[in-house]
């Protein structure tokens, strides 16, 4: 951090380590998962809240330790639920007219893949991540409320979230 700050400038080092911690969420969002085949485990679903908090959190502890200079950073995000699959599904829709009213009906069934006898799964067209609910920061150091506020800004603007929604204090 040091070597950053001679190089740049104190403003400069900070402004450059919020944008690489930032850069570092979006990426990671944005890296698709591997299809996984029938010989390797998938993961559970806590498993996968598991690791996808834990990427949220070193992402923000990285950009904290950039704002603050101090390796000493924890960080905790507190997830609102579980991943959410979005499923294709075929609709149909019958319409009967008659001389007094118009009857609709519509029907969605999910679109499967495989066999009857390999048991089928329904297509997935796409994964939500779950929201963030709230991240708590904790950092030696912070005497300065402008830093306090800076790096809730920040978590706040890599999270989505409001910062109303992050705590920020010092410790250790």
Same mark, same amino acid.
Do not use: W
């Given at each position: 951090? @040091? #070597?950053?700050?001679d ?9 450059f +380590?919020?944008? &690489?911690?930032?850069?570092?969420? +979006? ?5 698709? =998962? ?5 010989? !390797? ?18 992402g923000? !502890?990285?950009?904290?330790? +950039? ?10 995000v ?32 999910l679109?499967?893949?495989g066999?009857?006898?390999?048991? !089928?799964? =329904? ?5 939500i991540? =779950?929201?963030?609910?709230g ?7 912070? &005497?300065?409320?402008?830093? #306090?506020?800076?790096? &809730?800004?920040?978590?706040a ?7 109303? @929604? ?6 250790y």
């Amino acid at each position: 951090m @040091k #070597k950053i700050k001679d190089l740049f400038g104190e403003k400069t080092a900070v402004v450059f +380590c919020v944008a &690489a911690g930032v850069a570092l969420l +979006c990426f990671s969002f944005l890296s698709k =998962p591997t299809e996984t085949s029938d010989s !390797q485990p998938t993961v559970g679903a806590s498993d996968e809240i598991a690791v996808y908090s834990h990427m949220l959190e070193s992402g923000l !502890q990285s950009a904290v330790a +950039c704002m603050t200079g101090s390796d000493n950073v924890k960080v905790m995000v507190t997830l609102d639920s579980t991943f959410e699959n979005v499923y294709v599904s075929d609709a149909s829709i019958n319409e009967a007219v008659t001389s007094e009213k118009t009857d609709v009906r519509s029907e969605r069934q999910l679109v499967l893949t495989g066999s009857a006898g390999d048991g !089928q799964m =329904p297509v997935v067209v796409k994964r939500i991540p =779950p929201k963030v609910k709230g991240a708590v920061i904790v950092c030696d150091g912070l &005497a300065n409320n402008n830093l #306090k506020s800076s790096i &809730a800004a920040m978590a706040a603007t890599a999270l989505n979230i409001s910062e109303t @929604k992050i705590y920020v204090t010092g410790g250790y």
